[in-house]
């Protein structure tokens, strides 16, 4: 099944809501994914973020990104566990929809 799309702009809380459909999140990996600025297509040290894999039943695994001081801590996490998170928000651009919040806690 694929994620409800709707046109918008911008991310917003209610938008993710409508993209999951209240579906239960679990956690699918268990390492920080690390975002990095780029410049002429090289890679610089700077962090623009940090992205978490988490799936539903019916949505394949996809990632949720945090900005560098939200950097969430995995260390209590085991795979399969359920989430929730805080300040869930969703954008779409084109047909993809991407998500980010500002923390990840066990449901």
């Avoid at 994914?33 to 996809?62: A, I, K, L």
């Avoid at 998170?85 to 500002?102: C, G, M, P, S, W």
Wanted: no cysteine; hydrophobic share 35%; glycine share 6%.
């Amino acid at each position: 099944m694929a994620f409800k799309i709707k046109s918008q702009n911008g991310y917003s809380e209610s938008f993710a809501e409508e993209a999951l459909g209240g579906e239960t999140l679990h956690i699918v990996g268990l390492e920080l994914e690390t975002q990095f600025e780029y410049e002429n297509n090289t890679r610089t040290d700077t962090v623009t973020g940090y992205q978490v894999w988490v799936s539903t039943t019916t949505h394949n695994p996809f990632r949720v990104k945090f900005l560098p001081e939200d950097k969430p801590d995995l260390t209590y996490f085991t795979l399969g566990d359920e989430v929730t998170f805080d300040h869930l928000e969703a954008i779409q651009i084109k047909t993809n929809v991407y998500f980010r919040a500002k923390a990840i806690k066990k449901a």
